[in-house]
Structure formats: structure tokens, C-alpha cells
């Protein structure tokens, strides 16, 4: 297995995004976390009370930024002004890696906000690599880009999405953000075997794992991110990090969100499969068993 590049923040251990709802909390409680992970937008301004919460936040923890609006799949050339803002941020956290996701979402200078599957095409992986490769180069630090959950496919897509994904990190030369959750949820809404994805995924690559919660409607899964991790997720989650090793791992809880302590303790169960895995050997091919889920 090739050495992997982010295995100096494997000490990352386990995050928590930070939220409005709990900046009190933690600037009077100061409670232990590893890091925390910032929407990068939420901070891109000149001044103003998110960026003093945030400069407070950074005089006693470790932040990782996370993006929503790069859209590395979109056709329309970069916005230098945003990439600029963006570096500014990178530079005030020292974030040790840039993350955003494999998505489009733009298109004649409009946006949707929203966090659409790319057609899975040579094309395609030209155009997204090109695009990661250039904010790498510009922001200094390594990018790393996020598997989505998706509701839809294109009937031009010529490869899987997991096959999609090496193509373009290969030729980006950036890490992976895997989101386990997402993986599961698209693995429903499109009817795949989850475990395919997680054993293709390059491990070398792979800086930070997603977890979060979801909600299952009749037909389809939102990825919701309001409730608790599933057993399947957490599933996912043992075989990821058994084949991948520990890795930096950060519970997402972005709507109905319950107290700090709450949210902690749910993304503390990941301890348990972390502790599992620094007592065994890495996996060293994808048939190789995956952790007992036991809590
Ligand atoms: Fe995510």
C-alpha cells in the first residue's frame, strides 16, 4: 500500500463542525475537541462577529475548512475573487488541507447552491481535474474533494461514480474527503453495494472521513444530516478506516441540531472503531474482513 501523504493528521482524531448554535457553549465551556471543521464561507468577509468567534476558536483548537461552493464540476472558469478570499482564510486558519466537493452547481454565472452529480465522463474528469488542480496550486495547500450524495444519474456517464472519483483525484494530484453516509446514501438511491465503493477508494489519498445521520423517506434517502449515524453507516464506517487506517474523522449535524454535548457524544462512538483499528495490522487488500460493528 503507497504511503499515505495525510498520515501526519491522523493525530487529527475526531471532530465536530462548528455551528452557530454551539459558539457560546464553546468559547465559556472550552470543552475538549480534537478540531473542528468551518464552512469556509461562513468566514470569508472582512470583519464582523463570525470572524472574531472564529479567531477566539483558533486561539485554543485546531480548524479544518470545509467548502460549499467551488463547484469543481462546473464549466465556468473560477472566480479569482472568491479563490483570493479563500486563500486569505486558508492562510488565518492554517488549515492543513482545503477540502470541497466533487459536485457542479453553476452554470452562465448563476448558482444553485445546491451540490449536483457530475455525469461520470472522460470529459468530465478533464474539466474537474483541471479546475482542482488550479485551486491546489493557488491556495497553497493540499485540496481534498468530497464524494456527494446524490438523487439522480446521467445516462452519458461512462463509468461508476467511485471509478470517476480515482480518475479525477489521479489526475488532480489531491486527497479524498470520504463521506460514508453519502457513499450509503446514494448506494440506496441508486441501488450499488456500498462496500464496492469503499474498498475502490485509493487509500493513500483519503485526509478525512464524513460521518452523519440521514432520513429515509418512502422511495428515496435525503442526506439530511439531523439525526443520529445508522448501524449500516457505522458499518461503513469499521471497513473504511480497517482498510484506510485512522483517520481524521468529523461528525456532520447541520439541521435540527441538538446541544454541544449531544452532538460530541455521538461523534465520539467513532473512538471505538478508531481504538479497534490502531490494534490491527492495515488491511492489505479489499477481501480481507471488515470490523465486527459492536457499541
Ligand atoms: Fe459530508
Given amino acids: 500500500m503507497p504511503a499515505n501523504r495525510f498520515n501526519g493528521f491522523t493525530e487529527y482524531g475526531i471532530g465536530i463542525g462548528l455551528r452557530i448554535p454551539h459558539y457560546r457553549h464553546i ?28 479567531d477566539q476558536i483558533l486561539e485554543q483548537y485546531r480548524v479544518v475548512q470545509h467548502g460549499v461552493s467551488m463547484y469543481f464540476g462546473s464549466v465556468q472558469p473560477l472566480n479569482r475573487e472568491h479563490l483570493q478570499r479563500l ?15 466533487l459536485c457542479w452547481g453553476s452554470v452562465d454565472g448563476r448558482y444553485t447552491h445546491d451540490l449536483l452529480p457530475i455525469p461520470y465522463t472522460w470529459e468530465a474528469v478533464d474539466v474537474t481535474a483541471e479546475k482542482i488542480r ?19 444519474e446521467f445516462h452519458d456517464s461512462v463509468m461508476t461514480e467511485w471509478e470517476f472519483l480515482n480518475e479525477v483525484v489521479e489526475r488532480a494530484d489531491c486527497g479524498i474527503l470520504l463521506d460514508v453516509n453519502n457513499i450509503y446514501v446514494s448506494s440506496m438511491n441508486h441501488d450499488f453495494d456500498p462496500a464496492v465503493y469503499v474498498n475502490s477508494v485509493p487509500t ?25 449515524v445508522i448501524d449500516p453507516v457505522w458499518e461503513l464506517y469499521a471497513q473504511a478506516i480497517r482498510r484506510i487506517g485512522p483517520t481524521a474523522t468529523l461528525l456532520e449535524w447541520d439541521d435540527k441540531i441538538p446541544s454541544f454535548e449531544e452532538v460530541h457524544r455521538e461523534a465520539m462512538k467513532a473512538e471505538h472503531f478508531l481504538q479497534q483499528v490502531a490494534k490491527m495490522p492495515p488491511a492489505l487488500t479489499a477481501e480481507e474482513p471488515v470490523l465486527e460493528v459492536a457499541r
Avoid at 486563500?87 to 466537493?101: A, E, G, I, Q
Avoid at 488550479?134 to 439522480?152: C, K, L, R
Wanted: proline content about 6%; hydrophobic content about 40%.
Fill in 204 to 228: 493513500e489519498r483519503v485526509a478525512q472521513i464524513h460521518i452523519a445521520g440521514h432520513s429515509r423517506y418512502e422511495k428515496y434517502i435525503l442526506d439530511t444530516h439531523d439525526h443520529p
Fill in 87 to 101: 486563500k486569505t482564510l486558508v492562510r488565518r486558519t492554517k488549515t492543513p488541507w482545503l477540502s470541497d466537493h
Fill in 27 to 54: 468559547l465559556e465551556k472550552k470543552p475538549v475537541v480534537d478540531w473542528f471543521e468551518v464552512i469556509s464561507e461562513n468566514y470569508m468577509v472582512d470583519g464582523g462577529n463570525p470572524l472574531a468567534v472564529l
Fill in 134 to 152: 488550479h485551486v491546489q496550486d493557488f491556495v497553497e495547500v493540499p485540496v481534498v474533494v468530497e464524494n456527494v450524495s446524490s438523487y439522480a
